[in-house]
T-cell receptor, first 116, second 113 residues
Framework: GAVVSQHPSRVICKSGTSVKIECRSLDFQATTMFWYRQFPKQSLMLMATSNEGSKATYEQGVEKDKFLINHASLTLSTLTVTSAHPEDSSFYIC????????????FGPGTRLTVT | GQNIDQPTEMTATEGAIVQINCTYQTSGFNGLFWYQQHAGEAPTFLSYNVLDGLEEKGRFSSFLSRSKGYSYLLLKELQMKDSASYLCAVRDGAGAGSYQLTFGKGTKLSVIP
């Protein structure tokens, strides 16, 4: 149980285009989903926290107009990287917290974004 | 805010025991987590400590001392597949219902024959 999927697993896009990444909780309902970014040899950096049906809370330094997050249901959150630039190339990972469970976050397999 | 420190790299021999330390300075504390992450993959949950003491789970154990801001992950009977990065993460208690995690930079463990 407690499986989180992400789609796509890898994406290559041209500079200036937008990319949408989906995060789904497959066998549980997720009150809260988190989006992280990880650069090579660096740790996971929290970008934003999204709660179903409400606006995402962004961490300091993360542009909310560039990284659009939509958490439309208890099983789906999407991250759209708008007007992507090469410096946005990174490993994007989502995690989900199950309704009623206090501590554990379940991570998706990640999405490798390369902007050319 | 949170500041989390752990060694960058460690090497250990197959079959041995290794201890990975983590120290933290936080404005709030609501639990410490250890995750394992293989290269190019997402982290997988290993352990959770919120009270002082040792939590044992098979070959892995995790210890917490809140007064010292210190935790360690102990891996016994090391196997080659344990070669991975081990991430220490702290959950702060700021804000009602806050479950955000702040991660350390990770310790890359290499297990050698």
């Amino acid at each position: 149980g407690a499986v989180v999927s992400q789609h796509p697993s890898r994406v290559i896009c041209k500079s200036g285009t937008s990319v949408k990444i989906e995060c789904r909780s497959l066998d549980f309902q997720a009150t809260t989903m988190f989006w992280y970014r990880q650069f090579p040899k660096q740790s996971l950096m929290l970008m934003a926290t999204s709660n179903e049906g409400s606006k995402a809370t962004y961490e300091q330094g993360v542009e909310k107009d560039k990284f659009l997050i939509n958490h439309a249901s208890l099983t789906l959150s999407t991250l759209t990287v708008t007007s992507a630039h090469p410096e946005d190339s990174s490993f994007y990972i989502c995690s989900a917290r199950e309704v009623g469970r206090n501590y554990e976050q379940y991570f998706g397999p990640g999405t490798r974004l390369t902007v050319t | 805010g949170q500041n989390i420190d752990q060694p960058t790299e460690m090497t250990a021999t197959e079959g041995a025991i290794v201890q990975i330390n983590c120290t933290y300075q936080t404005s709030g504390f609501n639990g410490l987590f250890w995750y394992q992450q293989h290269a190019g993959e997402a982290p997988t949950f290993l352990s959770y400590n919120v009270l002082d003491g040792l939590e044992e789970k098979g070959r892995f154990s995790s210890f917490l001392s809140r007064s010292k801001g210190y935790s360690y992950l102990l891996l016994k009977e090391l196997q080659m597949k344990d070669s991975a990065s081990y991430l220490c993460a702290v959950r702060d208690g700021a804000g009602a219902g806050s479950y955000q995690l702040t991660f350390g930079k990770g310790t890359k463990l290499s297990v050698i024959p």
